[in-house]
């Protein structure tokens, strides 16, 4: 990569922190604004990033030993430490000509409160010798398509994402970081992990453009091999995903196609629902307090008796778009197993599994017989799911779950649009994705331990389907003898 690199320098991040009176019109705007520049720049903008990663997690790594204090910081004010570093990157990466004319972006990339991100990893098990390979290789680009329009990158091994922030959000992360550092070590919780905080300066038009670009652990790799991924909001409105099913629109489904894949919900053992319970109860009391809303718990689901192909049917398509999808399905087909939880030799080596560094009945703190529930599937072992059955049909399947998107305050427009809804709509206005947080603690509670989750208590029986259609058939044919008789 031809850039220049200067010295690292150490500063205090001076910006205003959260105000809860803070319409966060200047950060909407800015955001409107500036990603339409960025969103051309992703590929220069993630090779600039992933290298400033690399310097400044070495900086940290080889300064705990050999700092010097200087007049930057003061107790207390560790979140706003910042140490950053410049650089100018050519636009074409292929290019290696040193023309003072070439077409180059100057880039500032500073490393927010370098200390307590490292803090918070080495909490989890992620070295900082790990932490640094994972970003050895190019960031994956899968830039959002969604209405926040955010840039995203995926390390090559999958197990962080890179989003950015509007600076509001990135402005409440800094100031909730001491505390959100000590909820992580000292309770269980499912708040997504977040694992660094960076400002990117770029002089791309007449003013430089500062965005913020967060890095999280990523709880659902490939490695997990879920088959579905569900956002629950508990919302009802503009909450279901039209027309049939395909291997991509399984992991973007939403509250209305669970409602209608799963209308009895899922059973989980009393122990592993009891204490699931009061940690999203205690979670989502931490965000109200805090004025946030419209945060989601993503539900990844794992089948153990249920082939791709056999998901996908469940929305039968329309014979037009049977002929147009024939060729997906047949390579979906060609890809799963008729078990798709069989494994291969290579997966029988655990160490070798890369996984997740979100681990449910790890971070439940809850036992089970791993044995029966795990029974010898490698990838179970790495990563600890939840075991679930699903009502009526009785599949298995494995759960794995985090709570994202927690930095989403209820400011003035949203108070606004609540209003409006309130309005236009006065009997289904708490149905929308955005209502107020005490409101939304209700609904997200009431839907999932209603409609998602149920208690088995006594019934619960891990037994793969075959065994169970043989129990059942066993227990036909002695009902037919004994009426017989």
Partial sequence: MASSKHHITESCYGIDLW????????????????????????????????????????????????????????IGQEHRLVHS??????????????????????????????????????HFGITSTDFRKSFIHHLKDFTNPGKSGSLMYKTSDDLYILKTLREYEARLLIQILSGYQTHLAQRSTLFNRYLGLYSIRLDIS???????????ANAFTPSLRINEIFDLKGSKIKRKLDGHFSPEKLYKLKDLDFI????????????????????????VKVLKKLNVTDFSLVLGLRHLDMTQD??????????IATLLQTSTVFHVIHQANTSPSS????????????????????????????????NDDPVAYASLPIPGIINQTNQRVYLYLAIVDMLQTYDHFKV????????TNPNRHLEYSVIGPDEYEKRINQFLFEQVFTDAQDDFPWLPMDAIQQQQKDESSDTIIEFRV
């Fill in 19 to 74: 105000d809860r009176l803070d319409l966060h019109v200047g950060s909407y705007v800015k955001s409107s604004l500036q990603l339409p520049l960025v969103s051309t720049k992703t590929r220069i903008i993630a090779r600039a990033l992933r290298q400033a990663i690399l310097d400044l997690a070495d900086y940290i790594s080889n300064s705990k030993t050999n700092y010097i204090e200087n007049e930057t910081t003061v």
């Fill in 85 to 122: 570093c410049e650089y100018t990157l050519k636009i074409k990466e292929d290019e290696v000509s040193e023309d003072a004319n070439d077409d180059k972006i100057h880039f500032r990339i500073s490393s927010i409160a370098p200390a307590m991100f490292a803090q918070i990893r080495e």
């Fill in 206 to 216: 007449i003013s430089p453009i500062e965005i913020f670009v967060v890095i999280m």
């Fill in 260 to 283: 209608e894949l799963y209308p009895q919900g899922i059973r989980l053992p009393t122990n592993i629902y009891q204490k699931l319970k009061l940690v999203i109860a205690n979670d």
């Fill in 310 to 319: 056999e998901m996908i049917k469940r929305r039968p398509m329309s014979s």
């Fill in 343 to 374: 494994t291969t030799a290579n997966e029988k080596d655990i160490s070798s599994i890369i996984t997740s560094y979100l681990k449910p009945i790890e971070i439940l703190n809850e036992k089970i017989n791993m044995n029966l529930y795990y």
């Fill in 416 to 423: 606004l649009d609540q209003t409006y809804r309130k309005l």
